[in-house]
């Protein structure tokens, strides 16, 4: 089993920006890809973004504006969100995966005001 927990969600201002962190904990061996999704009221949850091996890919509403990155010796990912928008407003959650085994962060809220 893996743990997942978010931290750093919050409400800001149109162009502001937030960092989420998402800590790994327990049986960690292994774990192939880590990074994040997002769903917003009445939306399907959606891919932001991934780090898989060295690679990254993001969704296209967030290219050149949010980074993922991947600090293996504290098993942490992070989301850098900058110049964020208000239609960025969603529940943000953790995502790795082990195998074939998908594992979820319990979500943090980021709130974009206009």
């Known amino acids: 089993q893996v743990q997942l927990v978010e931290s750093g969600g919050g409400l800001v201002q149109a162009g502001g920006s937030l960092r989420l962190s998402c800590a790994a904990s327990?049986?960690?061996?292994?774990?192939?890809?880590m990074g994040w999704y997002r769903q917003a009221p009445e939306k399907q949850r959606e891919l932001v973004a991934m780090?898989?091996?060295?690679?990254?890919n993001y969704a296209d509403s967030v290219k050149g504006r949010f980074t993922i990155s991947r600090d293996n010796a504290k098993n942490t990912v992070y989301l850098q969100m900058n110049s964020l928008k208000p239609e960025d407003t969603a529940v943000y959650y953790c995502?790795?995966?082990?195998?074939?085994?998908?594992?979820w962060g319990q979500g943090t809220q980021v709130t974009v005001s206009s």
């Open positions: 995502y790795a995966r082990q195998a074939l085994t998908a594992y």
């Open positions: 327990g049986n960690i061996f292994s774990i192939a890809a």
């Open positions: 780090t898989r091996g060295g690679t990254t």
